[in-house]
């Protein structure tokens, strides 16, 4: 192999490789995890504690009405 061949050969791993960081970090931004249950779900289908900063709880089922009876049970419950 030559010079320019191995330096197409890296050009094609480099770009492989930024794809797929991209791709993974794209993914992430579309999943979260339910802080009750523990379940990995699109974020359209949790709702964010406005309470708390960072938390996400399913918006369906027994998750919202656990969290906020453990954390929050002096504040109305609005979900």
């Known amino acids: 192999m030559n010079k320019d061949e191995l330096g197409k050969i890296r050009e094609e791993i480099e770009a492989l490789r930024t794809w797929r960081n991209l791709s993974r970090e794209e993914v992430a931004e579309q999943l979260e995890v339910c802080a009750v ?5 699109d974020r359209e289908h949790l709702v964010r504690c406005p309470a708390c900063a ?13 969290h906020h009876a453990r ?4 504040t109305p419950l609005t979900v």
Not at 37 to 41: E, S
Not at 71 to 74: A, D, I, Q, R, Y
């Open 37 to 41: 249950c523990g379940r990995v779900r």
């Open 54 to 66: 960072d938390v996400f709880i399913c918006e369906d089922g027994l998750c919202a009405w656990l």
């Open 71 to 74: 954390l929050h049970p002096s």
